[in-house]
């Protein structure tokens, strides 16, 4: 198949998520908005317009600060090329502000400029401003995986045709009329960063669907370089300098745990819940007990903030949800990763609760152009494919 012969489809999607951060170091409301609407660019297997529905979806989520889209759209290697050989239709969704979610303002010049002086004059507009964006506003940090998840499960559902309105993207658009229906199965696989986001937003699923009987939306989750908490990655070989590092993980350690249990507390007293029961179920678990306590009056923000202390913050919590799903996650890990080392994903996985696991030898964080890719790459994706299209239907019995 030539680079011709794959089928783009480029589709307006606008967020639903509107809690956006206050702006900061001279950006407007117009500007930040802009992170709210962007392209899509679907890729399909196929031109041929007789062919059925398809069947699989994958949807791409990067990670943090990278410079590019090479890792998704190189023309022989990327990972849309490759599913498209494989038969398998994809659509990147970058992370907010990154990538082509970037407003192209002069404000984000300065902000690339700055970051450039202060971390690497290497770095490109595309990875400068993430790095300075967190710096100044630690909060965007939460709010940015707020709005992933949200997105996740907007364009799913679109995809699925199971939430359309007359203003909903997907009913004017004639892609997921032509090469969507309610049978799609749509997969996540998120790259290093983007991982923890695309687990977070496949268990919060499985959690509506088991509690409340909301949809399954997700089949299946790939964690490609990923899988540990955000907090255990490798600072330095992300370019944040160790004080900027310490900066980020003492606001969410302190500042944010706090004002979370405030406003437990205000919801509870307002009369939204049962506050004596919520604080002396505050007194044996903390935080966590809390915030669960208020979770059928809301139910999907305190699941998002729930997996966000679990799988970016790194708070012990009892995985028998995610073993209940094992049967659905894959991990592509490189032995050679310094940014996420293997051996950090026991810390996410307890050795009685297994999903599976996919070690590459040689492998690096970042790989797109490297020896090793060319030679693993077309493995590593259809090895993911045969995962997507032949997962176990059951999970493996807990071992005693």
């Not at 509690?211 to 490798?234: A, I, K």
């Not at 026991?346 to 790989?367: C, I, K, M, Q, T």
Request: with cysteine.
């Amino acid at each position: 198949m030539t680079q011709d012969e794959l089928n783009f489809h480029s589709v307006k999607f606008t967020s639903r998520y509107t809690r956006i951060p206050q702006p900061r170091f001279g950006e407007n409301d117009e500007n930040i908005l802009l992170n709210q609407e962007f392209p899509l660019e679907f890729v399909l297997p196929s031109i041929d317009a007789n062919r059925e529905k398809e069947r699989h979806l994958v949807i791409l989520v990067n990670g943090f600060a990278e410079p590019s889209v090479a890792l998704y759209r190189h023309a022989q290697l990327g990972l849309a090329r490759l599913l498209a050989d494989q038969g398998i239709a994809s659509v990147l969704v970058p992370i907010p502000l990154h990538l082509f979610r970037i407003p192209e303002t002069s404000v984000y010049d300065r902000i690339a400029k700055i970051a450039q002086k202060r971390l690497d004059p290497n770095l490109t507009r595309e990875s400068a401003v993430p790095y300075h964006v967190i710096k100044q506003s630690p909060e965007r940090f939460y709010l940015g995986y707020r709005q992933l998840l949200s997105d996740l499960s907007h364009l799913a559902r679109g995809i699925r045709l199971s939430d359309s309105s007359p203003r909903d993207y997907s009913v004017h658009n004639p892609v997921f009329r032509e090469w969507f229906d309610e049978s799609t199965r749509i997969h996540l696989l998120g790259y290093s960063l983007g991982g923890l986001g695309c687990l977070s937003a496949f268990l919060r699923n499985r959690t509506l669907e088991k509690e409340y009987g909301h949809d399954r939306l997700f089949e299946t989750c790939t964690l490609l370089c990923s899988g540990p908490t955000f907090m255990d990655l490798v600072p330095q070989k992300l370019r944040f300098k160790s004080e900027d590092w310490d900066e980020l993980r003492s606001y969410y350690y302190s500042r944010v745990f706090e004002v979370k249990r405030q406003e437990a507390e205000k919801k509870l007293e307002s009369g939204q819940g049962h506050l004596a029961e919520a604080k002396q179920a505050g007194e044996k678990s903390g935080l966590l007990a809390k915030v669960n306590s208020i979770k059928q009056i809301n139910t999907v923000n305190s699941l998002a903030y729930i997996f966000f202390e679990r799988i970016v913050l790194g708070v012990p919590w009892d995985s028998r949800d995610l073993h209940e799903a094992s049967n659905h996650i894959l991990a592509v890990l490189g032995t050679s990763d310094l940014v996420v080392p293997p051996e950090t994903l026991f810390g996410l996985r307890p050795r009685d609760r297994h999903f599976a696991v996919l070690h590459v030898p040689a492998l690096e964080h970042v790989f797109i152009e490297t020896q090793t890719w060319k030679q693993w790459g077309p493995f590593v994706v259809s090895s993911i494919v045969h995962f997507i299209q032949n997962h176990p239907k059951a999970v493996s019995p807990l071992q005693s």
